[in-house]
């Protein structure tokens, strides 16, 4: 548990120095971005020509990204938990590494190490019972993952900073070992990139995953290694880390 604490405090001291160092110049480099922007957009004017010309189509994308992703290699760290059985505290660390074809695609290849203990509710159950559970821990997951980066915009952190957003939702494939085998997991995910530098940003991600597992007897003595059958295992992982990007 102390090293996912240490994870985020040193997340959360980087987001905090990063916003103390560029909130003065915030100001400036705000109207420096609105200077610079190619496009010069008249709401009223839009309006009115869409209003008489009726054709959607004669109207572009107005876009100003400062911070861009297309063609470059994003490398992370990341921690965090996931819960499934609720007998068990999973924690993880793991990495990623991942390519962006152009402002909205990506792909990349993800894993991590679990850290595994007793919950609150099997350390009261054995306490009262005076017995375990049947239980499967997990030992890693390893897999690859498919985004699609679908909205782009700008926070006002009171004022006295902007932040850069995006926000994606995925689908991956990867494979889930635990104590009793390892398992074929497809995974449905939506995460929130926030853009620090140009070369670092803040990441965090929720994934729905999905296995069928096998559990052995860990209760009955006469039976204990046993063939207790499959079940579904759906699990819920959230994970916050740090991403550095560098041009090929």
Not at 49 to 75: L, M
Not at 91 to 120: A, C, D, M, Q, R
Not at 140 to 163: C, E, M, N
Request: proline residues 1%.
């Amino acid at each position: 548990m102390k090293y996912i604490k240490r994870l985020i405090e040193t997340c959360l001291f980087i987001l905090a120095v990063h916003l103390i160092f560029h909130s003065i110049t915030a100001e400036a480099a705000e109207k420096k971005e609105q200077k610079n922007q190619s496009e010069e957009v008249n709401v009223d004017k839009i309006k009115k020509k869409y209003w008489t010309s009726g054709k959607t189509q004669d109207f572009g994308v107005v876009q100003n990204r400062i911070y861009s992703k297309s063609g470059k290699i994003a490398v992370g760290v990341m921690g965090g938990f996931l819960t499934s059985d609720p007998f068990l505290s999973t924690k993880t660390l793991g990495l990623n590494i991942g390519y962006h074809f152009n402002e909205y695609l990506s792909l990349s290849v993800l894993g991590w190490k679990s850290f595994v203990s007793n919950s609150s509710a099997l350390d009261s159950f054995e306490s009262f019972s005076g017995a375990t559970a049947n239980t499967n821990l997990t030992r890693y997951y390893a897999g690859t993952q498919f985004d699609y980066s679908f909205l782009y915009g700008k926070l006002s952190l009171l004022g006295l900073k902007i932040i850069h957003f995006d926000l994606n939702v995925g689908a991956g494939l990867g494979a889930t070992g635990t104590e009793t085998g390892t398992y074929i997991t497809p995974s449905l995910a939506v995460g929130q990139r926030y853009y620090l530098t140009k070369l670092i940003s803040l990441r965090l991600d929720y994934r729905f995953m999905y296995y069928r597992e096998r559990l052995v007897e860990k209760v009955v003595p006469q039976s204990l290694g046993q063939d207790r059958g499959t079940r579904n295992n759906l699990t819920h992982s959230i994970t916050l880390g740090v991403d550095f990007m560098f041009e090929l």
